[in-house]
């Protein structure tokens, strides 16, 4: 039974991650307000959110099957305070980070229309911060953390999640196009 356990803790954890750093990449192509070919604009507003849910699906089997878990030798003060653990608490805690920020991201994606569009966003940023962190602990933490299958798929995703941010931070970008006219336009009705 632990055996099994260890494996779908692991498989899930590794599913997590992809479905993450899709996640996060979906976020970035909705904020641009472009379409994705095939799919209309709103349409990639309704993917992001669902593999979203999926992704916190499969982080929540994979921290709740390793609680089970004899060899992670996970406690639930573990899952929600980082750096306690017995088993490299280091690694385990960078997990525990990207853990809580995920839970805060969902809570404020929950209560988004009570808390309003600009707390929302300001958490919803801390996905920049929890994906990376992510990546780090499934490397030090995991089974196939230094594997090399494992390192080619977290290398990819970097340079994928990278490249988009890359994209997002750029003058091209779709909204920072339109927010530069809006400064032009209000500047010249200043003058």
Not at 65 to 79: C, E, G, R
Not at 102 to 109: E, L
Not at 118 to 141: C, D, K, L, Q, S
Not at 146 to 159: E, H, M
């Amino acid at each position: 039974m632990n055996e099994m356990l260890w494996a779908f803790g692991r498989a899930s954890g590794v599913i997590a991650l992809i479905l993450f750093t899709v996640t996060v990449l979906l976020g970035i192509v909705t904020r641009s307000g472009r379409p994705l070919p095939g799919m209309p604009r709103f349409s990639v507003s309704i993917v992001h959110r669902n593999v979203s849910l999926l992704a916190v699906v499969f982080l929540v089997l994979h921290v709740g099957t390793l609680l089970f878990d004899s060899y992670a030798k996970l406690n639930p003060i573990d899952v929600v305070v980082p750096f306690l653990g017995s088993f490299k608490p280091f690694w385990q805690g960078l997990g525990t980070v990207a853990f809580d920020l995920v839970a805060a991201i969902v809570i404020t994606g929950l209560l988004r229309r009570r808390i309003g569009q600009r707390a929302f966003r300001f958490v919803h940023w801390f996905t920049y911060a929890m994906w990376p962190i992510a990546v780090v602990h499934a490397i030090g933490n995991g089974t196939n953390g230094t594997s090399g299958w494992f390192l080619l798929l977290a290398a990819g995703s970097a340079l994928f999640v990278l490249s988009a941010v890359i994209w997002r931070a750029s003058a091209g970008f779709l909204e920072h196009a339109q927010t530069r006219r809006i400064a032009d336009v209000y500047r010249e009705e200043t003058r």
